[in-house]
């Protein structure tokens, strides 16, 4: 009796344990790439030519597919989870560092001033003025980060079976057992889609000020400020 | 440094210079795979994109479309089309169309949505047809935005297109996945630093793409 939710004994895990293993190693880089991305937007807004060479290291790091990354690290941290955790890691890195500096820089000049006048110092205003109006570009960016690192867990499988929900892979190919593959696929694309979902939700409660709902903005009936050259590059 | 030998040891042995798995082979290949892939991609995101932009309509039903399709795992959904299909070229291009369609639609999508309107209104107003008005004045006004969407895509796909070996196809993905079982390390290195080349060259093609097809009058000096 093959069933779907049948999992092979040599997994060493259960269905739930599975998903459990998968989001550990999926969203933990993540947020040790927003824990990174933070200071590192911080400086490429205040030094502005520091941007440039930052974006084109990540972009270089981010060309670089994940399969390799994952064997060129096997040599320092083994067949461990770390070996697939610090390329998730690099990668959210990649997408979020863009993403903060953009929000930050969004912040209107008046606001910042206002929030100078009322005593607040660089630190605070950093904190309570420019991270809260950043907050949607910075979700925006994590939607992105968590969902290809959700996605890219399962190619860990190819180095020692550290793929989690991916290990569902190799086994359907061992066993052929084409359900587990199907398994692996809907269940990996579902736990993307909640925790975008919950990452949509974190934006919602985390902007009160925000109209709810639509993200869209009807087309603008009046002249949009053009932006500025260095954001169109991009 | 270990990793800069290996890329050294790599490139200076002859042998990986020519034959079926020498390096303008391999390199040729894996352009063909991306070519395609970001043809066909193309293909399906630019048109939709443009229409539904230029309309305004749909704009919630693609953001869940793109969300979806994100969410498929490319290498999962590679192992899980060649169990069914068998090996071959389209099951390596499914999992790479679905992985480059979603940023070239939402930024297509959100390019022609943030045109201007006042040029649009005169155009209309002047009694342009509406596929005129698309092309002649909200493309090229939303291009450098377009072109970034597919720049991304394209980056992706040369990245993503290694998996391509995984199901016993060529391109630079031979390098990182034989390597892999021959516990080759330096075969490794040397594919994954083809595969970050050819990502940087894809970056100066579109940045001179930009160059000559983006209007001067678009192109803020």
């Not at chain 1, 420019?130 to 290809?148: D, F, H, K």
């Not at chain 2, 649009?120 to 342009?128: H, K």
Request: one cysteine or more.
């Amino acid at each position: 009796m093959n069933g779907f939710f049948d999992i092979p004994s040599d997994l060493q895990h259960s269905y739930l344990g599975l998903i459990g293993l998968h989001l550990r190693e999926a969203l933990l880089p993540v947020l040790a790439g927003l824990l990174l991305a933070l200071p590192l937007a911080q400086l490429c807004v205040r030094f502005r030519w520091l941007y440039a060479p930052v974006l084109g290291a990540t972009t270089i790091f981010y060309a670089v597919p994940s399969l390799a990354f994952f064997v060129v690290l096997i040599d320092y941290t083994g067949q461990t989870e770390l070996t697939v955790m610090i390329p998730l890691a690099v990668y959210s890195l990649v997408v979020l560092v863009p993403a903060i500096v953009d929000g930050v820089r969004s912040v209107p000049q008046e606001t910042l001033a206002a929030a100078t006048a009322m005593g607040f110092g660089p630190v605070r205003r950093y904190l309570q003025v420019q991270l809260p109006i950043a907050v949607p570009a910075i979700i925006a960016g994590l939607r992105v980060a968590t969902v290809s690192s959700i996605s890219l867990v399962s190619v860990g499988t190819l180095i020692g079976n550290q793929g989690a929900l991916g290990n569902l892979l190799a086994d359907a190919q061992k066993y052929d057992r084409p359900e587990l593959a199907v398994n692996s696929v809907i269940t990996t694309a579902v736990l993307a889609i909640v925790c975008d979902a919950l990452l949509v939700l974190l934006r919602v409660v985390l902007t009160p000020w925000m109209p709810n709902g639509t993200r869209r903005r009807p087309k603008p009936r009046v002249r949009r400020r053009l932006p500025a050259p260095q954001d169109v590059t991009r | 440094m270990n990793v800069l030998n290996f890329v050294n040891a790599f490139f200076s042995d002859s042998a990986h210079w020519h034959g079926y798995d020498g390096i303008p082979q391999r390199l040729l290949e894996h352009v063909q795979y991306s070519a395609l892939a970001l043809a066909l991609a193309a293909a399906i995101g630019l048109p939709v994109g443009l229409l539904t932009g230029h309309t305004g309509r749909g704009g919630n039903a693609l953001a869940f479309i793109a969300t979806a399709a994100r969410a498929l795992p490319s290498f999962g959904l590679l192992v899980l089309i060649v169990i069914v299909m068998g090996f071959g070229l389209l099951p390596v291009m499914i999992p790479l169309v679905i992985l480059a369609v979603p940023p070239i639609l939402v930024t297509t999508y959100e390019a022609v949505r943030t045109v201007d309107p006042s040029p649009v209104d005169a155009a209309r107003g002047m009694g342009m047809h509406e596929s005129r008005i698309l092309f002649q004045v909200e493309l090229p006004v939303a291009l450098p935005l377009i072109l970034s969407g597919l720049r991304s895509a394209a980056i992706q796909i040369v990245s993503t297109a290694t998996i391509a070996a995984y199901v016993s196809l060529g391109g630079l993905g031979r390098y990182i996945v034989d390597g892999l079982y021959q516990r080759d390390y330096e075969k490794v290195v040397g594919g994954a630093t083809l595969v970050a080349v050819l990502a940087l060259v894809t970056l100066a093609v579109f940045w001179a793409v930009g160059r000559l097809a983006v209007s001067p009058g678009v192109r803020r000096r």
